[in-house]
């Protein structure tokens, strides 16, 4: 046995119904919003601080690693830099930025990058553990 669907008025009638119920219910956000702004962040660093550069090339690339603040969130960011024609070192979009609750895994996987390196000979002589030399 099948059911017929409800006439096109009534399913009009109901669409309406569920619209305006929906614009109420934005309007009661909207209002509560805009009584209760949302607080805005303390500045905990104010300025940039550069924690690290290294020359990542002889044709004026560098690496800076820098504790930055966006939002009011802080976060690390360690951008490839280069020098432009007049000397001065301007900022790439070549970069990595995270913020500063995954810094911690950040430096692990840097730090097992490394190890595998130095086990590899990657970075000159492997080190192995009780040699006399």
């Not at 096109?8 to 509560?32: G, K, M």
């Not at 550069?53 to 960011?77: H, I, M, N, Q, Y």
């Not at 951008?79 to 895994?105: A, I, N």
Request: overall charge positive.
């Amino acid at each position: 046995m099948t059911t017929k669907p409800p006439p096109i008025a009534t399913a009009r009638a109901s669409i309406s119904d569920h619209r305006s119920s929906n614009t109420s219910v934005l309007s009661d956000l909207d209002a509560r919003a805009q009584a209760s702004p949302t607080p805005t962040r303390r500045s905990v660093l104010g300025q940039p601080i550069v924690t690290a550069k290294f020359w990542k090339s002889r044709s004026g690339d560098a690496v800076f690693v820098t504790l930055k603040e966006w939002e009011g969130r802080p976060f690390c960011d360690v951008r490839q830099f280069y020098t432009d024609k007049s000397g001065v070192m301007q900022p790439s979009p070549k970069g990595l930025s995270v913020k500063m609750s995954k810094l911690p895994e950040l430096k692990a996987a840097v730090d097992k990058a490394h190890a595998h390196a130095l086990r590899l000979g990657l970075l000159g002589q492997p080190i192995t553990v009780g040699s006399s030399e």
